[in-house]
């Protein structure tokens, strides 16, 4: 099905005025969010997520835990109205079931869940727009919640979807873009360097899936940076209402507490 | 009444900011890593090496991988020796032996309560851990096992301290002390546990008659104030009193101090100030100078106004 | 609703202030506030109309409230013979886990079944039906959906989703749509446009239906306008929802979760103010065990009459607010290109 769009047009202009490499906006929103223990507001471009992070926590459901780490629980909701067709999606649809597991198996290595034995760490994603790159807001989304909320992680997780227009490979596909051209998502962790997630629904030439893995290497990085300063921007700014104290007390852990 | 308001364009605390990107791109990398070895007060966060693990043994916030040790939370770096940790800016309730807590009783099973306490499993609380009426030596009996909802049933309120860890980290609670057990007479605050230091007395008294117990892991409990002498004497312990859901007759001001103060903890947690006595104390003066209504506090530009009084006094 | 338990003793706390002759609410509220109420419409750039909603948010740092976001799509339907041929209108509440953090996924689905039940009821009720759904009679029509997405409760749930689908529906705009028509002659083809004039007409704009056999069909097409459409015809008549948590002799407004969990007993009362002289009762519901008798009720239906007319007219004035907000913000953003 060809689109009456051109995706790639001569002058190197992709359909919404973009370069081939160049990325969507980026926002950013950690501010606390109901009850969550940790929350992040996150949109690339048009797609916005919300992910609001509890725990670790008791298990709702004994039969879930495990006597040496923590359960990792991932539910997504896709809000009907987030694509241009309304969708409801029930909670049970088999496409909702594995967009969380592919999340939970993102995470499951990298959040170090053996600190919490028989506790549950629930991770609930809440999609409000959809306009390309679902998964990989979702993941970015949920990285910054985990952080937010304090869990212990070895590194962040920074996702980014690319795809290839012939031979040009692009960056950050919008739906326009994903309905039409071959595209993967891929998932770095930065400071280790390595790449744990990768997914592909479509056929895509061996070399140009090569090129394709690198160029979101790089832009996994940049992504990096962003998350990681928004992260600092955020405890920047509580740690200095908190103030000295935060630093100096805990020297005095070990004084008696006299009731 | 009503009244609306607008979201803010703009969170304060928020990062939004719009940035286009190039292909081409600048390598401005924050440099947080010292040279010399892991300086304090510097925020980090995941996967930042803090610094040789040669030199340094981990801590609590930290992994070693290759022979570095990593940051694995946000938060600021701490040294003590040759100790390296991270304290996370946000976190979950960590307790430790001996810290007062407040929890819920979420589950009564054989011979112990599940509590919930804010942290990452649930408390236990013995049914050997508490003070049964009858005297304090007194031994325990089948007919108690049978009758444990009539000391916490599901939902209460209770004040404990942390007794032991069990195997699996989980921690255990007792209220063998008069100063502990059932709450009542007042209404529950949450707020991160962050905000709440270890303090001298974590029972604290202000003079509008309002008694207010800062619990380690976040929950505090406001209430009318007791007289100490009701609860003096190991003798004096009094088991329907101790057991039960009755409140006190409140008077009106009462009421309203513990929701002034109530509020209060709300305004100075939403700006993530610490709590402590002297600034509880400092704060509920200055809106009592200010002859306001207790539902003022919940305007922002109030909240704003308190927490800059009370902070330039510090 | 009560996500988590409460003990007798704050329970009995909590109604002790409320029924005192001086009446006191934990937050010192007095018993006909609300809780301050952020609303901003527009925010859902791929629906039809929208809305975000919250009651109760701490103002520095945004956590806690009530939050909801509405969205309206429309859909069109082709209709079968003798269906009812003015759009039908289909609202659909979904809770997020998040707000639910101690719910099992099954009692969350129950609850969001109960709150889609009571706002289907109201919403899709002919009364209240706008007259601008149809598209070509007896055959396409609009499906008006309404959906509402709880990302937080923190008490007071039912205001929040009338309020914000009210916001919704208010921002909604139905696409305008010219009605293209063909008829057989008897001696040849021709096509004849109606509902425009004659020269509008295109050949191509018709999906490919087969007019062989046919001795007419009808299409429509969508002219290009400026704007987005028409906003829903009578949208001053969407309802209002004030819950009065009934603790006799008192009653209050917009509980929080632990009030909730302390008075056993609300009344839901809709009110639908097609003249701000005269409204009508759009629904009407006990939640809760209890009873109250029937001069009692009939106080309380007045006493909410007159609550909601005074959110109805703030609600009102704040929608206006956002339509001139948002004109604004499009001409600066149209000035700055």
Redesign the interface.
């Known amino acids: 099905m060809g689109s009456r769009i051109e995706i790639l047009n001569e002058a190197g202009f992709r359909s919404d005025g973009r370069?081939?490499?160049?990325?969507r906006?980026?926002?950013?929103?950690?501010?606390?969010?109901?009850?969550?223990?940790?929350?992040a507001l996150i949109s690339h471009g048009?797609t916005q997520v919300?992910v609001?992070v509890?725990?670790?926590?008791?298990a709702?459901?004994r039969s879930h835990t495990f006597?040496d780490r923590?359960n990792i629980n991932v539910?997504v909701?896709v809000?009907?109205?987030?694509?241009?067709e309304?969708r409801?999606r029930l909670?049970g649809d088999k496409r909702i079931l594995e967009f969380a597991a592919t999340i939970k198996a993102t995470f499951e290595p990298v959040i170090?869940t053996s600190l919490?034995?028989?506790?549950q760490i629930?991770i609930?994603i809440?999609v409000?727009?959809q306009?390309g790159g679902t998964l990989q807001t979702c993941i970015n989304g949920t990285t910054l919640a985990l952080?937010?909320?304090?869990?212990?992680?070895?590194?962040?997780v920074c996702a980014i979807s690319g795809g290839v227009h012939s031979t040009s490979p692009m960056l950050d596909l919008t739906t326009l873009e994903e309905n039409d051209i071959p595209h993967v998502t891929v998932a770095v962790?930065?400071?280790?360097k390595k790449v744990v997630l990768v997914t592909m629904e479509t056929r895509l030439h061996v070399d140009r899936f090569e090129e394709i893995l690198n160029l979101a290497r790089d832009a996994g990085s940049?992504l990096h940076?962003?998350m990681?300063?928004?992260?600092?921007?955020?405890?920047?700014?509580?740690?200095s209402?908190?103030?000295?104290?935060?630093?100096r007390?805990?020297?005095?852990?070990d004084?008696?507490?006299?009731? | 009444m009503i009244s609306f308001t607008s979201f803010p364009t703009q969170?304060?605390?928020?990062?939004?900011t719009?940035?286009?990107?190039?292909?081409d791109?600048d390598d401005a990398?924050?440099d947080l890593d010292d040279e010399n070895g892991p300086s304090?007060?510097k925020?980090t966060?995941?996967?930042?090496?803090l610094t040789s693990s040669h030199d340094y043994m981990r801590g609590h916030?930290t992994?070693v991988?290759n022979d570095e040790v990593?940051a694995?939370?946000?938060?600021?770096i701490?040294r003590?020796n040759r100790l390296v940790?991270v304290?996370?800016?946000?976190?979950?309730y960590n307790p430790?032996i001996?810290?007062?807590v407040v929890g819920r009783i979420?589950e009564v099973q054989p011979r112990r309560w599940?509590v919930?306490a804010n942290?990452?499993?649930?408390a236990i609380l013995m049914l050997s851990s508490v003070n049964l009426p009858g005297g304090v030596q007194r031994r325990k009996l089948e007919s108690d096992e049978l009758q444990m909802r009539t000391f916490f049933e599901e939902g209460d309120l209770l004040v404990a301290e942390v007794q032991a860890f069990f195997a699996?980290?989980?921690m255990s609670l007792h209220t063998r002390?008069l100063?502990y057990g059932k709450l009542r007479n007042g209404q529950l605050v949450i707020v991160p546990p962050?905000?709440v230091?270890?303090?001298?007395?974590?029972?604290l008294t202000l003079p509008c008659n309002v008694d207010i117990i800062l619990a380690l892991n976040g929950y505090i409990w406001v209430s009318k104030h007791i007289k100490q002498i009701e609860q003096e004497g190991e003798l004096g312990f009094d088991a329907e009193a101790v057991y039960s859901n009755q409140n006190d007759r409140i008077d009106s001001s009462t009421r309203s101090a513990i929701a002034r103060v109530a509020n209060i903890i709300q305004i100075l947690a939403s700006?993530?100030?610490?709590l402590t006595d002297t600034l509880l104390l400092e704060a509920y003066e200055w809106t009592m100078e200010q002859d306001s209504d207790v539902k003022t506090l919940l305007q922002e530009d109030y909240g704003d106004a308190l927490v800059a009084a009370v902070?330039s006094k510090? | 609703m009560a996500?988590s338990h409460i003990s007798k003793a704050e329970s009995s706390y909590i109604q002790a202030g409320l029924t005192s002759k001086d009446p006191q609410r934990l937050d010192g509220r007095n018993l006909g506030d609300y809780r301050a109420v952020a609303l901003e419409t527009g925010v859902?750039?791929?629906?039809n109309g929208?809305a975000k909603l919250n009651i109760g948010r701490?103002p520095h740092?945004?956590?806690?409230?009530t939050?909801v976001?509405a969205?309206?799509?429309l859909?069109v339907e082709t209709l079968e013979e003798g269906a009812v041929d003015k759009g039908r209108v289909v609202c659909?509440v979904?809770c997020?886990?998040?707000?639910y953090?101690h719910l099992?996924?099954n009692a969350v689905?129950d609850l969001q079944y109960d709150l889609t039940t009571v706002i289907n009821q109201t919403l899709a009720h002919p009364s209240l039906h706008p007259g601008n759904l149809r598209i070509i009679p007896g055959r396409k029509s609009w499906l008006l959906?309404v959906?509402l997405?709880v990302?937080?409760?923190?008490g007071n749930i039912y205001d929040a989703l009338f309020m914000a689908a009210r916001a919704a529906l208010w921002d909604t705009k139905v696409p305008r749509t010219r009605f293209v028509q063909f008829k057989a002659r008897k001696g040849g083809v021709d096509n004849v446009g109606k509902g425009g004039d004659g020269m509008d007409v295109h050949q191509d704009v018709t999906s490919g239906f087969d007019t062989r056999g046919a001795h007419s069909a009808a299409d429509f097409e969508l002219p290009d306008y400026w704007d987005e459409g028409e906003v829903l015809d009578g949208r001053d008549r969407w309802p209002i929802c004030i819950t009065l948590n009934l603790v006799p002799p008192n009653h209050f407004l917009d509980a929080t979760t632990s009030e909730e969990s302390a008075v056993p007993l609300k009344l839901l009362l809709v009110f639908s103010f097609a003249s701000i002289e005269v409204p009508t009762i759009q629904a009407m519901r006990f939640i809760g065990t209890g009873e109250t008798s029937s001069p009692e009720l009939r106080q309380l239906i007045k006493e909410g009459q007159r609550y909601a007319a005074d959110t109805f007219k703030a609600l009102q004035s704040k929608l206006k607010a956002e339509d001139v907000r948002r004109n604004q913000k499009t001409r600066e953003l149209f000035a700055s290109r």
Request: charged share 30%; net charge negative; with cysteine.
């Open positions: 370069r081939q490499h160049e990325l906006d980026l926002n950013i929103d950690l501010s606390r969010h109901g009850e969550a223990d940790g929350s048009l919300l609001s509890h725990g670790p926590r008791e709702k459901m006597h923590a539910e909701t809000a009907s109205f987030s694509t241009g309304r409801k909670r170090r919490y034995p028989r506790s629930d609930y809440q409000l727009q306009d952080i937010n909320a304090g869990i212990p992680m070895t590194d962040f962790m930065p400071k280790a940049i940076r962003e990681k300063e928004a992260v600092l921007n955020r405890s920047i700014s509580l740690v209402t908190a103030g000295p104290a935060q630093l007390e805990k020297g005095e852990d004084m008696n507490v006299d009731y | 969170p304060e605390d928020a990062y939004r719009v940035r286009r990107y190039n292909d791109e990398m924050m304090s007060s925020l966060c995941p996967g930042e090496t916030g992994y991988d990593i694995s939370v946000t938060g600021t701490e003590v940790t304290r996370p800016v946000n976190s979950r430790e001996g810290d007062l979420a599940k919930d942290s990452r499993q649930d699996d980290g989980a002390s100063k962050v905000l230091r270890r303090l001298k007395s974590h029972f700006h993530f100030i610490p902070v510090e | 996500s859902a750039p791929l629906a929208s701490n740092n945004g956590s806690g409230g939050e976001v969205a309206t799509k859909e659909t979904t997020s886990p998040a707000a953090p099992s996924p689905e959906n959906d997405v990302l937080a409760d923190a």
